[in-house]
């Protein structure tokens, strides 16, 4: 067995990150951004397949776990919208409107929903009459709809936006708490499984959700030094059960509001993580957990010898095909070279070149798409051998996007150190009197924001304020965001 | 191996219908009809169930045939939407409108898709180039959104319409017609596993889709009488790619309009065919392949034996879990009478009893819920008697239902004789002359519409139109419809 390497460059995507991405939506088949209506995208085929492993993959969990699939309207009424105060407060000024002529004349305004706490809770209160229907547990995997006014940007900020949502409701706040563990390792462990990695954090209070008690956030990192946040879990306490009078029957007999918690996934942010974080100047990288083809066989055909090669080729093909999600790339009108240059582009994870030597020694010679390495097998082992090299992609991709997280953290005492490095698309790791007047200042001179503190690691501070100098609470990280 | 039978009987779905079908939606959990905004429900945890395993039937074979999937935005603009003047006529009354307000204040209406040719169509153009690009098929699944003015009724006729929609183009028109047949070899197998019958029918010219050349349509019985259409397949031939400006340069170097195919495969009417051909008057009888249990084991305790027959009833639910959805209901709280009256309403195809009896003999007493027949069978048996069952049951539902169909077709040679046939919810087989005249009289006169003529078997008229006497044209099925 002999392997050999050739460089593997992330320059562009560092560099021009902007132009790398776009560039490469369209080229890989992941969206197309030229639907005249803006913040609205069309998902092309790898796209849109790639959506639907993350949302298998993640559906299967919470299935798993008691979550029980329904599907809720796309609209509310207004009245139901406006119940809970803050949540209303936060979410009004980006809604988009349908006006409804009724038969009778009446017009009424329908909210299209930008999250479906106001359409869910009204029949969480025909559905919850005693202990006995808790928790409730339920998730719908649909597309919710914000009036960005902010630059859209593909994927990352659009105004059509595909996601999973959950939503419990429990008898206890500690049963609420539990909850909170159990949906953060759900993301944790998909998010793992795509090999992305994320900083958790718990939002300051002025950047919860609206109407919550807390928010925790997956942050996962961005070559531009923008956060990309993929997922929230917010423990929503009694504030929206009061608010669409969600009680039960408790087992003693009296009566009580439910705790609750809602959480999101963003497929569409999930997918651009997955290409901003392993991707690379020759195109995508694709975890093969994933990737619409995770085997492409090329033959390499001289003249004489193509009917050795072809049926070899076939023969291979016949043998992996079952197994994993496999091309045989033979399309005459193009060279190898050409085919190799697109399947790099495409992500597909293990390239399988078969040409006359490999006929003649009966071996294969395979290329990882993350590292390029190339190794032979023999024949009789490219099955084991294929086996072991998918779990070797998926791992180091994986440990190469932490470390790249880990680098990207760079620690700050100074604002203007601060300010640098945020400029630097560093994410800042500094120490906060937990004042509004001092996140103010943060973000003016800083340019980033406060993301918040971290939820699953204690950290605590070891200085003062990055702002004031006064005695610190927490310590808190701060980047530019989606 | 004995067995028993009970009677079957569905009075209750023919005598009232409606009451029959809305009982039972909540009931099994299929859907909740209280959401406060018109024509919008939710799917209850099982109606979700359902509808993802037809998606995933469907889909299955749409991606097998070289269908991709792709996601389209849910809004148009007006521009976009107004471009076929056919189809702009057809659907303009029936839409949602969003306000929206762009940054510099001006304001543009945005229409909520009724069906997605005036948003896919636009990105065709940007994608095909020449023949090389063609065929290209995709498809979604998706909601629509229709404003409905007629009443309302859930599954049936809602405002917001599950459903997956496929669009193709190609070279000729010979190749559209290719498509027909195998869109509609798609549907049909779909409709056969789930064991829904239907006619294939024509639609008559002035019924046919807005902008399409001809439209076929898959048209379900109901127990109402009233025609329940769950598919329909359009050849739009160059309507829209002459609206759209969709060419493509042609082998010979000269350039084209494309022929195009729009289908579409209502999940929510689907879902109600399952629950309306096959229920009785004990509820839900679900295939197999669709069931969300397929199999129930009951326990039946007698003191003194619980530990016996608990034990006997997880090692068979061990046997069973992997090879079905089985659910072992070992709830302490009700009698053995009211699970079996629970999971008869569930539609739940195989119930099987454990009691000391079945421990003692090493059997088990399978029932099938949709003849309630009841047998016994040596545990060691088990796997491959419940797989006949299995198999038996989809079977016999599909004859069932194929066999009702063509009871319920009249044929009709008067317009009084056809008008007491749909009153008697009879779907009536007539002959017509072809004019709308005659069109217009049978819709007054008999009180239903006409559905079409056959199209997967040729029909010869034997007698003059039921109209006006004269020389018929074709034979022609006429029902109320949904």
Not at 122 to 145: C, G, T
Not at 196 to 206: G, H, Q, T, V, Y
Not at 237 to 252: C, L, P, Q, R, V
Not at 304 to 316: H, N
Request: hydrophobic share 35%; net charge neutral.
């Amino acid at each position: 067995m002999s392997s050999g390497q050739q460089s593997v460059t992330a320059l562009k995507k560092f560099t021009n990150f902007t132009n790398w991405f776009d560039e490469l939506l369209l080229n890989a088949k992941i969206a197309d951004n030229r639907y005249p209506v803006k913040g609205f995208i069309v998902y092309l085929e790898n796209g849109a397949y790639i959506i639907e492993k993350i949302k298998r993959l993640l559906e299967e969990k919470l299935e798993k776990t008691g979550h029980k699939l329904m599907y809720f309207p796309l609209v509310a009424t207004e009245e139901l919208f406006s119940k809970e105060a803050e949540h209303i407060k936060g979410f009004s000024r980006e809604v988009f409107k349908i006006e409804q002529r009724e038969e009778k004349g009446a017009e009424r305004i329908l909210i299209v929903r930008p999250t479906s706490e106001t359409i869910i809770y009204p029949m969480f209160k025909l559905w919850i009459r005693s202990h006995a229907d808790l928790p409730l547990k339920i998730h719908q995997s649909v597309n919710v709809y914000r009036y960005e006014t902010k630059a859209t940007r593909p994927l990352y900020r659009v105004r059509e936006i595909p996601w999973n949502e959950a939503h419990t409701a429990h008898e206890s706040p500690s049963d609420a708490e539990r909850q909170v563990k159990e949906a953060i390792e759900i993301y944790r462990e998909v998010l793992e499984e795509l090999g992305i990695s994320f900083l958790l954090l718990k939002r300051p209070d002025f950047d919860k959700f609206a109407g919550a008690v807390y928010s925790i956030a997956f942050d996962a990192w961005n070559p531009d030094g923008r956060i990309n946040q993929v997922g929230t879990v917010h423990n929503l306490g009694k504030n929206f059960s009061k608010a669409y009078d969600i009680t039960f029957e408790k087992k003693d007999g009296s009566r009580g509001l439910v705790y609750q918690l809602c959480y999101g996934f963003g497929y569409s942010r999930v997918l651009a993580a997955i290409i901003a974080q392993h991707g690379d100047d020759r195109g995508l990288v694709l975890p093969p957990i994933v990737a619409p083809t995770q085997i492409v066989l090329i033959p390499i055909l001289f003249k004489g010898q193509e009917k050795e090669v072809l049926e070899y080729s076939r023969e291979i093909y016949a043998e992996l095909k079952d197994i994993w999600r496999t091309t045989l790339d033979d399309r005459e009108d193009i060279t190898p070279g050409e085919k190799f240059y697109y399947w790099e582009m495409m992500g597909a994870p293990i390239r399988v070149e078969i040409g006359p030597r490999e006929v003649l020694e009966g071996i294969v010679t395979l290329t990882r798409r993350d590292t390029l390495e190339r190794l032979q097998c023999n024949r009789s082992e490219i099955v084991k051998e294929i086996s072991q090299l998918m779990e070797k992609i998926s791992q180091n991709l994986r440990e190469k996007s932490k470390r790249m997280l880990y680098q990207m953290i760079l620690d700050c005492r100074e604002l203007e150190e601060a300010a640098k490095a945020v400029d630097n698309k560093n994410i800042v790791r500094a120490a906060w009197c937990g004042s509004m007047d001092c996140a103010q200042k943060i973000k003016e001179h800083v340019g980033g924001e406060i993301r918040g503190e971290r939820y699953d690691v204690g950290e605590h501070p070891d200085r003062p304020c990055i702002a004031c100098g006064q005695q610190a609470k927490t310590i808190i990280y701060i980047a530019r965001a989606y």
